[in-house]
């Protein structure tokens, strides 16, 4: 397991820092992109010296999340952390360089924050209405002072929730690259696939124009059907991809009837 020392803990503390500045442009101020996968992990990548392994998670999560959008009511996985933080688990926890087995792995962590990531999101989005339902309720010469206060309170709170939840995921994704380490070397080998076969799985998604929900379902079973059939059975990598595919044309025809 990754020894703590306070070279890490520096480079944890600045990636979340700028990780929860970046987090701003998502829906808080800017809105100039820089957010996207695309753009934020090959720029934590470059920030940590490893850029391929930020160019690596953000191409590949871009794809992923491209087509959820913070609309209306809709609160989506906040795609930035989950790229940021995979890519600094990627790179923090490899000392001798973030292979593509280890980028693997960290995608998966990066998935398992999906859920946290969503509360969070909607718990500052209520706290930040309760913000303006105060500002706006003031009266006389203050409104404007107290819409200021207002808006400044909001954007420290999504900042210090982003900061927040890096500080929580990186080093905990960290301490899971030591169990990482003990797998078989199996595993190893099928996450590296993983990582080969999840663009496919991302131009899937853009096409079916997918949901959250779905997609952790589909990534969990072509995980799986890499695992049995590259790995332990060591299936041929055409037949591999073949019964990937199926695995996730099942799993659209399943969604559809569901709905």
Known sequence: MPAFDMHIVLEVLGIAFVGGAIGLDRTAAGQFMVSQPIVAGPLAGWMLGEPRAGIIVGAALELIWVLDMPIGTFVPADATIGTVSATAIAVLGAPSGATLPLIGFSILLS???VTMT???EGAVRTWNLRFSEKALSTSGPNTGHALFHAQ????????LKSFVLYCIFIPLGIAATGLYRHLPGAFPRALSLF??????????????KL???SFDQYVLAGFATAVL???LIH???IVVL???AVVGWIGARYSERRS
Request: aromatic share 8%; charged share 10%; proline share 5%.
């Open 195 to 208: 990582v080969k076969l999840l663009p496919l799985v991302g131009v899937a998604l853009v096409v079916r």
């Open 242 to 244: 073949l019964l990937t």
């Open 211 to 213: 949901t959250v929900k």
């Open 152 to 159: 400044c309170a909001g954007l420290a709170l999504f900042f």
């Open 118 to 120: 969503m509360k969070a």
């Open 111 to 113: 998935t398992a924050m």
């Open 235 to 237: 299936a041929p990598g």
């Open 229 to 231: 059939f590259g790995q």
